[in-house]
């Protein structure tokens, strides 16, 4: 059973830029594809970011391209989504979620095990 933490969520103004972690208790993490989620109040959950197991591939929403950068460091078990140019329709809690899954549907929630609590992210003037 594999937990994860996610941490740097904050306040920051439109155009900012934060950097969230996802902390794993188990160095199985390494075996596991990483993604991102936002859920907004009242909205689904929204597919942000994903990365292969060994890091080596990335996949991102159209609406985040070019502005998030998701990593990982498997010897620290954490991954990471570095994110600029925040928008005020940005504002979410932000998950992190882990599983075997590695395909094309990498944007679906259900196919991922593990997942975070979350972080909350807050863009505002």
């Known amino acids: 059973q594999v937990q994860l933490v996610e941490s740097g969520g904050g306040v920051v103004q439109p155009g900012g830029s934060l950097r969230l972690a996802c902390a794993a208790s188990e160095r199985t993490f390494s075996n596991y594809a990483v993604a991102w989620f936002r859920q907004a109040p009242g909205k689904e959950r929204e597919f942000v970011a994903a990365i292969s197991a060994s890091g080596e591939t990335t996949v991102y929403a159209d609406s985040v391209k070019g502005r998030f950068t998701i990593s990982r460091d498997n010897a620290e078990s954490t991954a990471y989504l570095q994110m600029s140019g925040l928008k005020l329709e940005e504002t979410a809690e932000y998950y992190c979620?882990?599983?075997?899954?590695?395909?094309?549907?990498?944007?679906?929630?259900?196919?991922?095990?593990?997942w975070g609590r979350g972080t909350q992210v807050t863009v505002s003037s």
């Open positions: 979620a882990a599983g075997d899954y590695w395909g094309r549907a990498y944007y679906l929630p259900t196919l991922y095990t593990y």
